[in-house]
């Protein structure tokens, strides 16, 4: 069980990353069809309810990003499950933030991870067999098994590739929330100068 001080340190962090991201104007256009989700997780988290996350997630309003709720435990779901899952490989991990994936988003992330010398990935989900994709729960680990079969070890970025009904999007992964944040921010900084030129 986190103590009351682990809570409060995951909790306050995540507001801090949520003000870095309400500034951002770039990172408007980095904002998905399901918007943004932020999250971050308690140091022992098995569970969604130990994962902090934005509630109703972040999208964009006036032209900025906007926090549609605070953040609290048990906000999140699929982010939360994901970061569980990948933590297994890598107990390092404990927030990330998806935003929208493009042609120019990944070019954008590659030339990103090879200019900060970070591990690439993503995620094929035509490889997904049926059997996992019709029981509910058994998605996730089998996309991360397969992601960091096929990067070669847990990557910082990654991308999840269009499967029926979803929308492909990205994932920036590392040590909190405040981390993820200024990823993405960079990213959507480099997105928008490449869009403008």
Known sequence: MASAKEIEMVLGNLVSAVGMLEGSGEFTQLIPEVRVNLVYAL????????????EGRITALRGLPHASGMPRLGASDHMARLIIEIRKYDPLVNAGIN??????AIEVVKQYCSEKDLLFGWIDRTKEP??????????MPWKIKQLVK???GVPRLFYEGEGWGKEPLF?????????????AIEIARRYHQKKQA
């Open 43 to 54: 140091p022992e988290a098995k569970t969604p309810q130990e994962v902090a996350a934005v």
């Open 99 to 104: 935003f929208k994936c493009d042609k120019l």
């Open 130 to 139: 049926p059997e996992v994709a019709q029981k509910d729960g058994a998605s």
């Open 150 to 152: 096929s990067s070669g």
């Open 171 to 183: 994932v920036a992964l590392g040590k909190d929330a405040v981390e993820v944040s200024r990823i």
